[in-house]
């Protein structure tokens, strides 16, 4: 079942700007990742956030994560074009009997130069 | 240290054909997961595997789909007599332990049934 759900699902900017995804999932969480995927290819981890912090940084990224309200956000600074891609999150989760990574759709983001 | 590799990246089998995708863990890691991605959707999780042992496999379908993880060589992931609809790609991620929080994933395979 699905547990992420990314918002908006496609985002369009100039190059410059800053992008916001948001992400609300179901169910309590240990940790929350946000990845990367650009058309065609792999999934490259950007950052996890526990479920005891509130923030975090890296590089241009900013995560901040809302346990009460179940909702996490990932806001890309100065975006580059090079940032064009889909962006999901994933939550753990124990379903079946053990624990595994539930991805929600994903988010495209463009980033026109 | 590679990372996580798969192999072939990209498939195309007729219908009917069986498909093998190939996952080579990270070294150290015996942890393998298998994970389907229809075009324009997020990662569904499919099979948990540990060395030789299928921990999880609630995920996959109960018909012509099996995995396994041998205590050498790779992990498996076999689709028999493949219809259109298998048509994604398949990841797989690797971990030293159960659950995702350290783990990697590879490029993935990408199956075209026709």
């Known amino acids: 079942s699905q547990q992420g759900e990314e918002d908006p699902q496609a985002l369009s900017i100039q190059e410059g700007e800053n992008a916001t995804m948001n992400c609300s999932y179901k169910t309590s969480i240990n940790n929350l990742q946000w990845y990367r995927q650009n058309s065609g290819r792999g999934l490259v981890h950007l950052i996890l956030?526990?479920?005891?912090?509130r923030e975090k940084h890296s590089g241009r990224l900013r995560v901040t994560l809302d346990t009460s309200k179940k909702s996490s956000s990932l806001l890309i600074t100065a975006s580059r074009a090079a940032d064009t891609a889909s962006y999901f999150c994933a939550t753990d989760a124990v379903q079946g009997g053990s624990e595994k990574l539930v991805f929600g759709k994903g988010m495209k983001l463009t980033v026109n130069p | 240290n590679a990372g996580v590799m798969q192999n072939p990246r990209h498939l195309v089998r007729r219908r009917g054909q069986e498909a093998r995708l190939r996952c080579s863990p990270m070294?150290?890691?015996?942890?393998v997961y298998w994970y389907r991605q229809l075009p324009e959707e997020g990662l569904k999780f499919m099979v948990y595997l540990q060395k030789e042992n299928i921990i999880d496999e609630s995920g996959m379908p109960k018909e012509r789909f099996s995995a396994e993880f041998p205590k050498e060589g790779p992990s498996i992931l076999r689709i028999q007599q493949v219809v259109r609809g298998d048509s994604a790609a398949y990841f797989c991620?690797?971990?030293?332990?159960?659950?995702?929080?350290?783990?990697?994933f590879g490029q993935g395979t990408r199956l075209t049934v026709v």
């Open positions: 991620a690797s971990s030293p332990r159960q659950g995702l929080t350290e783990a990697f």
């Open positions: 956030i526990r479920s005891n912090e």
């Open positions: 070294k150290g890691h015996s942890h």
